[in-house]
């Protein structure tokens, strides 16, 4: 019986049907269930190209250990789990999804920002206990006519300050890769430093990728930096914050409420400090995960590795520096 000649794609994990229906047009698809490097290894010898969920990572060891494989793919946006400078060297390509969830992680922000001053589950909590005492409503604030901070103003910051607009706050923004004239057409005021930023807003958001730059930028003296009472709000990646500056914040008043959904280890252990607390409104990194948004990442990402195995440059192709080579293959 004669062998499928179409090039192997292993899937780390599953995937929506349509992307995973889109790539079935071009390659032998096969799902890898176990989450270890040694596991993907054993299935993925011999594919061409890899999609990469949550685990394992995309390390330099597991790319030269698949001989055949010219393109990776990250399901979603944030590429730190992936050892670009590695496939660059390994001459594999590197595709993910701009963009594709930003809409649902925008509407997240949205929702913590609210759930923080109006102190959601503190009177969801009373309202259940039928305590219709005083304390339903004491502290409770608006987010009109409050100012709001946003750092990294890319596809997601700029729809959170199209809906902080919709609702009347001023908006400030800090990125230090966007043009001022670009972060006023996307509906911020330019601010020149974090620290600048910080210590304008009521409300800080961070919506920035895990760089060695940003990496514990939000720490013990730029929340010393911020109003007291501000509130904070992080949907990028957990290490952003340093959390035990964060817990000292929000327990001595410095801060008077935080939304997290991302975690300097995740899963979060249940005895981190901050899940013990009143004002902190917790999720365990699902910003980005709707229906909408998981179909969006699957095809996006999965017509981009489709490019590559057909000999096609990608439209999103993180590491360019490679196609000369790969696309010559």
């Known amino acids: 019986m004669p062998t499928d000649p179409r090039p192997l794609v292993v899937l780390a994990g599953p995937l929506h049907p349509d992307g995973k229906a889109l790539l079935e047009r071009e390659a032998r698809v096969v799902v890898c269930d176990d989450e270890t490097e040694a596991g993907l290894v054993r299935v993925a010898a011999e594919a061409q190209g890899i999609l990469f969920r949550i685990k394992p990572s995309c390390t330099e060891s597991l790319m030269a250990a698949c001989k055949r494989l010219r393109v990776v793919g990250r399901h979603g946006v944030g590429l730190d789990t992936v050892d670009i400078p590695a496939a660059t060297r390994l001459g594999v390509a590197v595709v993910h999804a701009p963009g594709s969830n930003s809409q649902a992680v925008a509407e997240h922000t949205l929702m913590l920002m609210l759930a923080c001053v109006k102190r959601t589950l503190l009177v969801d909590r009373l309202t259940r206990a039928g305590d219709w005492s005083t304390k339903r409503y004491a ?33 400030l923004g800090y990125d230090p890769y966007v043009p001022d004239d670009e972060l006023r057409r996307r509906g911020a005021e330019p601010v020149g430093s974090l620290d600048a930023l910080v210590s304008q807003a009521d409300v800080v958001t961070c919506h920035t990728p895990l760089t060695a730059e940003t990496r514990h930028m939000i720490n013990e003296r730029t929340i010393g930096l911020m109003k007291p009472g501000a509130v904070f709000i992080n949907t990028s990646r957990g290490p952003v914050q340093d959390e035990r500056a964060l817990f000292e914040a929000l327990t001595r008043g410095r801060l008077s409420a935080a939304g997290l959904d991302v975690w300097e280890e995740e899963p979060t252990p249940r005895d981190s400090p901050l899940l013990n607390l009143e004002n902190v409104v917790c999720t365990s990194h699902v910003a980005g995960v709707t229906t909408e948004a998981n179909r969006q990442m699957a095809v996006q990402v999965a017509a981009e590795m489709a490019r590559v195995l057909r000999g096609e440059r990608p439209e999103v192709l993180v590491n360019p520096e490679v196609w000369p080579r790969l696309g010559q293959r």
């Open 139 to 171: 502290g409770n604030t608006e987010l009109g006519g409050k100012t709001l901070g946003i750092v990294g103003v890319g596809n997601i910051g700029r729809r959170v300050a199209r809906f902080a607009g919709a609702l009347g706050m001023r908006v």
